[in-house]
């Protein structure tokens, strides 16, 4: 099955510029001189140790700023497969301050380009991803908006079937986050990035 393109989400209209300026960062909303993250996985082989994942000018590792845990582990497995698990990402920036207070769409927007570098650094991309679980702080106010972004992103990637997922309502370890995410994905020894890679051809 192949997914349409979508197009009302790709337009700054009536959108805030924390906003936008998330979906310029994933390249969503291109800009002259931004390479967005979504469509420029790295292309080298993927390394075959990888403990720590950081993603310079996005996103840094969480013992920087005092907590004990990493933003996610790859797990090398059985004949060149390996697992890679994301930490809950939250709306976060290079130092790992929150960013957006009080803009649900914004924060969702970075939670999804901060979980797509940490995929990129892995040499794995939004096809690779088999599950999601999602928090959301009020999951009843801005449950239609998570999920309006979350299917526009995924038809524009061109992702499907769409990863399973839960969606939970929960209180984020600060008061100020509205929305985190924590992915599982799987990568297979003969599959190669550009067997993954979306590509637009419109």
């Known amino acids: 099955m192949t997914s349409q393109q979508p197009t009302t989400l790709a337009t700054t209209e009536g959108k805030s510029s924390a906003e936008i300026l998330e979906m ?19 292309p080298d082989p993927m390394p075959t140790h990888l403990v720590k994942l950081e993603v310079p000018g996005l996103l840094n590792e969480a013992e920087s700023y005092g907590s004990a845990f990493a933003r996610a582990t790859l797990v090398q497995l059985k004949e060149g497969d390996a697992m890679l698990l994301v930490s809950g990402t939250a709306s976060v920036g290079s130092a790992g301050e929150t960013l957006y207070r009080g803009d649900f769409r914004a924060q969702c927007w970075r939670t999804y380009r901060n979980i797509t570098g ?12 088999l599950r999601a679980t999602c928090y959301l702080r009020d999951i009843e106010r801005d449950y239609a908006d998570f999920n309006q972004i979350r299917t526009w992103l995924f ?6 079937p769409y990863p399973s997922s839960t969606g939970i309502q929960a209180i984020l370890c600060r008061p100020e986050l509205l929305i ?19 590509e637009d051809t419109g």
């Open 118 to 129: 940490l995929l990129n650094t892995a040499h794995l991309t939004w096809f690779d991803v």
């Open 155 to 160: 038809n524009w990637l061109g992702v499907h």
């Open 180 to 198: 985190e995410i924590e992915v599982l994905a799987l990568r297979r020894g003969n599959a190669t990035v550009d067997s993954c890679h979306h």
């Open 24 to 42: 310029v960062g994933l390249g969503i909303v291109r800009r002259a001189g931004v390479n967005g993250l979504t469509r420029n996985p790295p």
